[in-house]
C-alpha cells in the first residue's frame, strides 16, 4: 500500500520533477546547454514559446471568450491581482533582498507577465473549473502586450532602461501573433481537430512540456554563476512571490465570492492562475528585450518552482473536490 501510494504520488509530480530535473543537470553542465552545433540554445528561445503559444491558440474557440460577460467577477479578480499585486510583489521583493539591475528588473518581469500556459492543466488535475483557466490565460494573454510593458516601465525602469514600445511589439510578435495564428488554423481544420481530439490534447500537452523544459535548460546554464552567487535569496523570492499568488488568488476569490457567486471552485482556478505566471515569456522577454540571461534567472527560478509547487497543489486538491464545482 505504501509503495502505491508513493508511487501515485510521483505520477501526480511528473512535470514538476521533470522541471527539477532539467534545472539541475543544466547547473551542473552548463556548457552542454550553451550552444549545440554552432547555435547558441538562448537564440532558441523565442521560437520554443511562440510554439508553445501556438499550440495554445489551437485549443481555443469563441466560447472562451465569450466565457467572460459570463464570469466577469472571475475574470476581473485575476486580472487585478496578476497585473496589479504581482507586479509591486516582485519590486517589493526585489527592493527587500537588495537586488539591483538585471537581477531586480527580472523579478519585477516575472511579476508582470500573463499567467502561465500549465495553468490549465494544473487547474484540471487541481478539479478547479478549466473552461474558466482557459478564459483567464486568454484574457491576461491578450491584454499583457499593453499591461506588461506599461508595468516594467514603472516598475522595472528604476532599476534599468525598460524600452516599454519594444517590448509592446515583442509581446504581439512572441506571444499574440502566434496564439492567433494556431485559433485560425483550429477554426480552418476544425472538424479534423474535432475528429482526433484526445490525440490532439496528448500531441500538444508534450509538445508544451517539452517547450517549458528546453527553455529551463536554455536559460539556465547562461546564468549558473549568478545563480550560485545569489541562489539561495533568488529561490526565496520565487517560493514568496509564488506563494503570494496562490494565497491572495484563493481568498480574495472567496471574499469577493461572498457577493458575486463565486466559490471553491473558482477560488481554486483564480489561484493557480495568479500563482502560475507564465515564466517563458518572462524569460523570452529578458533574452529578446532586455538582452540579459541574468535578468531571466527570476523567471526561470519561479518557473521551477511554480511548476513543482502547482503539481503539489493540484495534488493535495485533487482529493477534495469542490461541492459547489460549476458543471
Not at 18 to 30: H, M
Request: charged share 15%.
Amino acid at each position: 500500500m505504501r509503495f502505491r501510494h508513493v508511487a501515485s504520488f510521483l505520477k501526480g509530480q511528473a512535470f514538476g520533477l521533470a522541471i527539477l530535473a532539467c534545472a539541475a543537470v543544466a547547473f551542473a553542465f552548463p556548457s552542454a546547454f550553451k550552444e549545440w552545433g554552432g547555435v547558441k540554445l538562448l537564440t532558441l528561445v523565442v521560437p520554443a514559446i511562440q510554439i508553445i503559444m501556438f499550440g495554445m491558440g489551437t485549443t481555443l474557440s469563441p466560447d472562451d471568450f465569450l466565457r467572460v460577460a459570463k464570469r466577469p467577477w472571475a475574470v476581473a479578480t485575476g486580472v487585478f491581482l496578476q497585473f496589479l499585486v504581482m507586479p509591486l510583489v516582485g519590486y517589493m521583493l526585489a527592493k527587500g533582498f537588495g537586488f539591483s539591475g538585471e537581477l531586480a528588473a527580472g523579478c519585477v518581469l516575472v511579476g508582470s507577465v500573463a499567467g502561465g500556459t500549465a495553468s490549465n492543466v494544473i487547474a484540471f488535475l487541481a478539479k478547479a473549473d478549466v473552461a474558466l483557466s482557459v478564459t483567464m490565460t486568454c484574457c491576461s494573454t491578450l491584454l499583457s502586450p499593453f499591461v506588461t510593458p506599461l508595468a516594467m516601465k514603472v516598475l522595472a525602469g528604476r532599476f534599468v532602461a525598460i524600452d516599454a514600445a519594444s517590448m509592446m511589439v515583442e509581446i504581439l510578435k512572441v506571444v499574440v501573433v502566434p496564439i492567433a495564428a494556431g485559433a485560425l488554423v483550429h477554426r480552418l481544420l476544425k472538424r479534423q481537430f474535432d475528429a482526433h481530439k484526445t490525440l490532439c490534447d496528448r500531441v500538444l500537452s508534450v509538445l508544451s512540456m517539452t517547450g517549458i523544459c528546453f527553455t529551463i535548460l536554455a536559460l539556465t546554464a547562461p546564468s549558473r554563476d549568478t545563480f550560485a552567487s545569489a541562489g539561495l535569496a533568488i529561490v526565496v523570492v520565487a517560493v514568496v512571490h509564488n506563494t503570494i499568488g496562490y494565497v491572495s488568488g484563493y481568498w480574495l476569490t472567496r471574499l469577493v465570492g461572498r457577493f458575486a457567486h463565486m466559490g471553491e471552485a473558482e477560488a481554486r482556478t483564480v489561484a493557480i492562475e495568479v500563482g502560475m505566471q507564465n515564466g517563458g515569456m518572462a524569460g523570452a522577454l529578458s533574452v529578446s528585450v532586455l538582452n540579459s540571461p541574468v535578468a531571466a534567472l527570476p523567471a526561470n527560478v519561479f518557473s521551477i518552482w511554480m511548476n513543482f509547487s502547482g503539481s503539489v497543489l493540484a495534488n493535495w486538491w485533487s482529493r477534495r473536490r469542490p461541492k459547489d464545482m460549476v458543471k
